[in-house]
């Protein structure tokens, strides 16, 4: 198996059904791959649909689906390994259930990247927000000196030279991450002291990186990205507070390397005020 492809869904049936049906239709897929799909105790119909309708979809592009409905939601990390678990392929590819391709050949773009030298370990897409001018969203993600975050390019022109280039990071978000398999069985999965989200997947990439492995932002992979949909509204998920607890919990853990990392300035990481994106989002996107 080439490819393991991992997914959460927790309510939110509309968005996760608009993201799967998308991988699986406009993704080009260049080797046997698996689809798994953790629902982490929906309560909206999602699991009726991931287990009745996702199937044929996946059948229908060659992709193995395998389901796992949670009684209850039993936290992001917790999910994710509960996946990996499961997982055969030699990539290991996170997804959140707010993403789209925009290049179809994504999953090959990312393959190759890690292929390209040993030593890299993981590489992320570029995300895009997904309604015109298809600004970036996240290019790659630096951590300044204090330990804050800076999601690069955010809000730049997604043909900015400065985020068109492949090259290594300080971290990757998981919207769209793909890991060696072996390397990411062997350090265990994500740490579930992180549940129920956030600052999992940062966690991650310093764990592997303080053994050594290199992080990579590939350009060329590009998705869309709707900001922030998996988490925001989600009743047992109060995501400010987790955001602050969570990012604290990464600070000390991980201070010895990024104070001692050439990351962006305070100022690069104030976030950004961007214009309201529109209500409605047309479902046939432009692919590359």
Not at 21 to 28: C, E, K, V, Y
Not at 38 to 57: M, Y
Not at 103 to 121: F, P, V, Y
Not at 245 to 260: A, C, D, K, T, Y
């Amino acid at each position: 198996m080439r490819y393991s492809l991992i997914t959460l869904s927790c309510d939110k049936l509309p968005v996760t059904r608009r993201c799967l049906s998308a991988l699986l239709r406009h993704t080009h897929f260049d080797g046997d791959t698996e689809l798994i799909v953790v629902d982490n105790g929906s309560r909206d119909g999602s699991s009726a649909w991931l287990g009745a309708e996702l199937p044929r979809l996946g059948a229908a592009g060659g992709v193995e689906v395998h389901v796992v409905a949670n009684a209850a939601n039993i936290g992001c990390s917790t999910a994710r390994n509960q996946a990996l678990a499961m997982a055969r392929g030699r990539y290991v590819v996170f997804c959140d259930n707010d993403v789209e391709p925009r290049s179809r050949r994504w999953l090959t773009s990312l393959r190759e990247r890690i292929a390209s030298d040993k030593r890299i370990g993981l590489a992320g897409a570029k995300l895009v927000y997904p309604y015109p001018p298809y600004a970036i969203q996240c290019a790659g993600v630096g951590i300044s000196r204090r330990g804050h975050v800076c999601f690069r390019g955010r809000g730049e022109a997604r043909d900015h030279p400065g985020y068109n280039l492949a090259e290594p990071v300080q971290c990757l978000i998981s919207a769209c991450l793909m890991v060696r398999g072996d390397l990411i069985r062997a350090h265990g999965g994500f740490d579930e002291a992180f549940n129920p989200v956030q600052f999992e997947d940062f966690d991650l990439c310093y764990r592997l990186r303080a053994q050594g492995w290199t992080a990579w932002y590939e350009p060329a992979a590009e998705m869309y990205h709707f900001e922030s949909v998996t988490t925001q509204g989600t009743s047992v998920v109060r995501n400010a507070a987790v955001v602050v607890r969570n990012g604290l919990r990464f600070q000390r853990r991980w201070r010895h390397m990024f104070e001692q990392e050439r990351g962006p300035s305070e100022s690069d990481c104030r976030w950004r005020r961007l214009p309201a994106p529109p209500e409605n989002i047309p479902e046939d996107l432009p692919r590359l």
